[in-house]
């Protein structure tokens, strides 16, 4: 690794909040994140959606998932400029599945979700915790890019979302992060501000749901990605077994 990129990779370790390297990895053997209050012992329970007809593999049904989805003309994006659909990508067994909003430009282009600067930042995220892009799942709610990168509409998310849903129900993660309010606000049912969702974990079918910031926010306000990273680590102590009562 060049000094460049390790000056890059020490700035943003420092604006997780990670101040130095252990070997034991820091979140085996911790209590309650700090970051929890009291009323999010608590974990409430989103409202159930249909579950699908299983396949004989995630991978069969994902593929499966795929085809129905076809050369979408559901809701008025088909019409607004999109390349391509951008289904997903990652591992269809995953433990982990992050969730975020819609593709923008780059991923129009590339058909894959977070491969832009928003993208390359969660990537980034994910190996902070341990993890490959492959070894995790990624979606968004939304398959096809709103114009000029606008916030998605109600009818398309209304469209669109039974789709994430057939996804999630497929690889059956244990924890779903959803990343930003749109993600979020769509799994759980809620018009609840993201400001008030993040920190708190959820009861989402047979994962534990975990809103979080939104990379592309994080972009815009980097301290915030200390508190996404007090979520991560949360993240990777339910992965690894761990309880915090
Ligand atoms: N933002 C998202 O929410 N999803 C992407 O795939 C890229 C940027």
Redesign the pocket.
């Known amino acids: 690794m060049s000094q460049d990129a390790l000056k890059a990779h020490l700035e943003f370790f420092g604006e997780l909040g990670i101040d130095g390297v252990r070997r034991e990895p820091e979140w085996r053997g911790r209590a309650v994140s700090a970051h929890r209050r009291p009323e999010d012992q608590e974990i409430p329970v989103a409202p159930a959606v249909p579950t699908v007809q299983l396949f004989a593999s995630p991978a069969e049904t994902l593929a499966a998932i795929r085809e129905d989805l076809g050369d979408c003309t559901r809701c008025k994006l088909h019409t607004l400029g999109r390349r391509q659909i ?1 289904f997903g990508v990652g591992n269809p067994n995953a433990d982990l599945m992050f969730v ?5 430009a780059d ?1 129009d282009i590339q058909g894959e ?2 491969v ?1 600067r ?2 390359q930042l969660l990537t980034k995220i994910i190996e902070a915790m341990g993890l490959t892009r492959d070894q995790v799942y990624i979606a ?1 709610l939304i398959k096809c890019r709103p114009p000029q990168n606008r916030n998605p509409e109600p009818d398309e998310a209304a469209e669109c979302e039974p789709f994430l849903f057939r996804q999630i129900d497929s690889i059956r993660p244990k924890v779903i992060v959803a ?2 309010k749109f993600a979020a606000q769509a799994l759980l049912r809620t018009s609840d501000p993201i400001t008030r969702l993040r920190g708190r974990e959820f009861a989402y079918r047979d994962a534990i749901l975990m809103p979080t910031y ?1 990379p ?1 926010y994080l972009l815009r306000t980097p301290s915030a990605k200390r508190e996404v990273w007090e979520d991560m680590k949360r993240v990777k102590e339910i992965l690894s077994g761990q309880r915090s009562e």
């Open positions: 951008v975020g909003e819609a593709p923008g991923e979700p977070f832009g928003a993208g968004n990343l930003g939104h592309a």
